[in-house]
């Protein structure tokens, strides 16, 4: 029998990373949503071709809304096309809208989406993340910490041979 893959096992397809968002923030609370998307934009998205830096969500009217993501028009469509840095709809339980909206009214929290990604069943899913912003200290402090390690790992590596 076959081996049966975890519920939030993303394998499938190529990843769209926002990596500064793991530079700029400091995560708190990470979500999975769903996201809507016409055709071409899937096929786009299926081929990499997206952009995180310098979108976020928002909560307008009880919904949840990506703002600023942009994904390129598909190569192979004509017409069909649509705008490359619409707002688009986010799928969310209503509790966790409601989690989400109590969190992002305390001061200084934003909604940052982390990745878009193809789950299991080959369905669109963006992660989402509760974040509060780093200082410039903590940023010079997490890369000094970083270093740090790295030089620990390469003079055990030494030791080991």
Known sequence: MAKKEGKNQASHGPKIVNKKAYHDYELVEKFEA???LVGTEVKSLREG???LSGSYARIIGGQCWLVGCKISPYAQAS???????RNRKLVLHKSQIRKI???????????IPLRI?????GLV??????AAGKRQFD????IQKREQKRELD???KKYKK
Not at 101 to 111: D, I, M, N, P, S
Not at 117 to 121: A, G, I, T
Request: charged share 30%.
């Open 101 to 111: 909206t109590v969190k992002l009214e305390q001061r200084g929290f934003a909604l």
């Open 154 to 156: 390469r003079t055990s």
């Open 117 to 121: 990604y193809f789950n299991s069943r």
């Open 139 to 142: 940023k010079r402090d997490q």
């Open 49 to 51: 071709l997206g952009d």
């Open 125 to 130: 899913k963006v992660e989402l993340a509760i």
């Open 34 to 36: 769903g996201i809507s």
């Open 79 to 85: 017409f069909t096309n649509n705008e490359t840095l």
